[in-house]
């Protein structure tokens, strides 16, 4: 079994800043991939950033240059580190892995979602 949990959501004033944490923890064998989604009211779930292992950090056109994923492979975690924060910025933020676990196929695992919220 795989858990993810996040931490570093809230509220935030437009042009302010937060970092959104993700652990991955369990029967870890590999990790393909991390990266975020978000979910703004009534809106479907959209990719945010995506970082694979090995390979070169994607961004959704809404946040590039505002935003930085990173990961810490030792530690199984990753960051978003969000800047320039706007109220369309407004969502519920899940992390994902791709993760092999020990015994078991590759499956994606999500987060339980942590709230951001952008007042203008």
């Known amino acids: 079994q795989v858990q993810l949990v996040e931490s570093g959501g809230g509220l935030v004033q437009a042009g302010g800043s937060l970092r959104l944490s993700c652990a991955a923890s369990g029967s870890i064998f590999s990790i393909k991939a991390m990266g975020w989604y978000r979910r703004a009211p009534g809106e479907q779930r959209d990719l945010v950033a995506t970082i694979p292992t090995g390979g070169t950090e994607n961004y959704a056109d809404s946040v590039k240059g505002r935003f930085i994923i990173s990961r810490d492979n030792a530690k199984n975690t990753v960051y978003l580190q969000m800047s320039s924060l706007k109220p369309e910025d407004t969502a519920v933020y899940y992390c994902?892995?791709?993760?092999?676990?020990?015994?078991?196929?590759?499956?994606?695992?999500w987060g339980q979602g942590t709230q951001v919220t952008v007042s203008s």
């Open positions: 994902y892995a791709v993760v092999t676990a020990r015994a078991s196929p590759q499956y994606m695992y």
